[in-house]
């Protein structure tokens, strides 16, 4: 699977966006990018995925390059509930399983 | 229930005992993986399970770690003569399909191996 790189740690305030980068220079074209969270004590759970075109839902937005080698989670208002780590992830079309990284520590302050 | 279930929520076992973790997936989830996650690190793959299709084991640490599915219900992770660095949090996730593209996480079982 391709690698992705992350920051290891961000803040925010509340109430800010807050844009989170990830970089991945080896994508191919077969693979999507997916991004996952995971609150303290809690398992993973999916946030967006998108393969060329920016992706909107109501938990975020995803931003790609146009090169696809970089995108960018973006939560437009963060809250106190958002701070959680943050997984970047390249998934192959056709591909079973999901590889993750360390991920971003995004910390939150009222 | 709506979700992945899995149980115990908390183990801790003596080194050398053999541990069962066990994990409800989401009815009509036909996918089932399991996954370990060490204190303060990212998440690495055990195994992955699809309908009736032989399991991916390729992240299995070593033979001391198996799995079983029945169908596509409940699955059961075995470890057998625990050490010290299986202490993990382990995961169990699924998802509607082996393409599908959400996975769905349980809470873990979190594991202290003494």
């Known amino acids: 699977d391709a690698k992705t790189t992350q920051p290891n740690s961000m803040e925010s305030n509340e109430e800010e966006p807050v844009h989170l980068p990830c970089n991945h220079s080896?994508?191919?074209?077969?693979?999507?990018i997916h991004w996952y969270r995971q609150l303290p004590s809690q398992g993973p759970e999916y946030v967006i995925h998108g393969l060329t075109s920016n992706v909107n839902n109501r938990m975020a937005s995803l931003a790609i390059a146009e090169d696809r080698k970089s995108s960018t989670l973006i939560l437009h208002r963060a809250t106190l509930r958002d701070a959680a780590v943050y997984y970047c992830?390249?998934?192959?079309?056709?591909?079973?399983?999901?590889?993750f990284g360390k991920g971003t520590k995004l910390t939150v302050n009222p | 229930g709506a979700g992945v279930s899995q149980s115990p929520s908390n183990k801790v076992t003596e080194k050398g005992k053999d541990v069962e973790l066990r994990c409800d997936p989401i009815?009509?989830?036909?996918?089932l993986y399991w996954y370990r996650q060490r204190l303060g690190q990212g998440l690495e793959f055990l195994i992955y399970?699809?309908?009736?299709?032989?399991?991916?084991k390729s992240g299995l640490p070593s033979d001391r770690f198996s799995a079983e599915r029945t169908g596509e219900s409940v699955s059961t992770l075995t470890i057998q003569r625990t050490q010290q660095e299986d202490s993990a949090v382990y995961l169990c996730?699924?998802?509607?399909?082996?393409?599908?593209?959400?996975?769905?996480f349980g809470s873990g079982t979190q594991l202290s191996v003494l």
């Open positions: 992830i390249l998934r192959r079309r056709g591909s079973e399983k999901l590889v």
């Open positions: 399970f699809q309908g009736n299709s032989a399991p991916d």
């Open positions: 009815s009509g989830h036909t996918a």
């Open positions: 996730a699924s998802s509607l399909s082996a393409t599908n593209e959400k996975l769905f």
């Open positions: 080896t994508i191919s074209g077969t693979d999507y």
